[in-house]
C-alpha cells in the first residue's frame, strides 16, 4: 500500500465523512472528511448546522486538506521518507486532526522521531492532552503503530 492509499484509509476510518455541517467534539463547524470550516470556505462557513453539503465538495477539501497535512508532515521532518512509511503516515494523520500550531507542541514526541526512537516516541504520544483527554482511542491507535515498529 503506497504512503497515500494508507494515509486516506487512516484518516476516513478516524474522521469518517459526513455530507452536512456540524460541530466537531470541540464544538468547531466541520463537514466532509473532518474538514475545519474556515472563512474562505465561503458561504458554508456561515451556514447553519445541517446544511448539505456534496460528495463533490467533501472529495475537494480532502484532497486539499491531506496535501496540506503531508506538506506539515515533511515540513516538521524533512527526512521523513528516510523513516519507515508508517511514521510518516501516523504523522501526517496527526497533523490533519491536530493542524499544524498543535502539532508543533509535541517537541519530545517530535525529538523521538528524529532520533528514531520510536518506543519513546509512542509513549509521548499517549502522555499528551490529545491522549488523555481529547481522543484517546484515536491517539492510542497512532501510538501502537508507532510503537509496533520499534
Known amino acids: 500500500m503506497t504512503f497515500l492509499e494508507q494515509l486516506t484509509e487512516i484518516l476516513h476510518r478516524e474522521e469518517g465523512e459526513v455530507l452536512e455541517l456540524y ?3 470541540l464544538g468547531k463547524k ?13 458561504d458554508l462557513y456561515h451556514a447553519p448546522l445541517g446544511t448539505p453539503i456534496s460528495q463533490e465538495q467533501s472529495d475537494a477539501w480532502f484532497e486539499k486538506d491531506v496535501q496540506t497535512c503531508i506538506n506539515d508532515a515533511r515540513w ?3 527526512d521523513l521518507d528516510e523513516h519507515p512509511q508508517v511514521v510518516g503516515v501516523v504523522i501526517a494523520a ?6 499544524l500550531p498543535s502539532l508543533t ?3 519530545l514526541f517530535h525529538d523521538a522521531i528524529q532520533d528514531r526512537q520510536y518506543e519513546f516516541a509512542a509513549d509521548e504520544m499517549l ?3 490529545w491522549a488523555r483527554i481529547d481522543t484517546p ?4 491507535r497512532m501510538a501502537q503503530m508507532i510503537a509496533a515498529i520499534a
Open 23 to 25: 460541530n466537531d467534539h
Open 94 to 99: 496527526m497533523a490533519y486532526q491536530l493542524g
Open 137 to 140: 482511542a484515536r491517539a492510542e
Open 30 to 42: 466541520t463537514a466532509g472528511c473532518g474538514h475545519l470550516l474556515i472563512e474562505a470556505d465561503g
Open 105 to 107: 507542541q509535541f517537541r
Open 127 to 129: 502522555a499528551s492532552k
Open 76 to 78: 516538521l521532518h524533512p
